[in-house]
């Protein structure tokens, strides 16, 4: 209850339409779009519109991809939970690393995952 959970505060994401706004930070797009502006003052508003098209699609696909792969990057950190064999109060324990506090004493094996900042006490 004094120290909370064993785990990083999950960042907070953008919102969705901050996400679709910044696919258009692309150099590429900066020039369909300025192309489409160009056929659109030379009033060949088919091409410009198409050109448009394009440029606004590209957007919608990277920014589908994007939010696909953030969705399986949380999803994959919220699936993973590593547990931690400790001893607390002269018991042995195994605990999910969430719950380990300041003073638990964490015993490791090779291959262990570490599952919190520790100080060691023997090799």
Do not use: C, H
Not at 48 to 71: C, D, G, H, M, P
Not at 73 to 82: G, K, M, P, Y
């Amino acid at each position: 209850a004094k120290f909370g959970p064993n785990e990083l505060k999950a960042k907070k994401g953008k919102s969705p339409l901050l996400l679709f706004l910044i696919q258009f930070k692309n150099p590429l797009l900066y020039i369909l779009l300025i192309a489409g502006a160009v056929k659109a003052a030379l009033d060949s508003w088919a091409e410009a519109i198409v050109i448009w098209a394009a440029a606004v699609l590209n957007a919608v696909i990277a920014f589908t991809q994007e939010a696909k792969a953030e969705s399986a990057i949380s999803s994959l950190a919220s699936a993973v939970t590593t547990r931690a064999l400790v001893r607390r109060n002269g018991q042995m324990v195994q605990l999910p690393s969430r719950e380990l506090v300041p003073g638990d004493v964490v015993l490791l094996a090779s291959g262990d995952k570490v599952p919190a900042d520790l100080r060691l006490l023997r090799s």
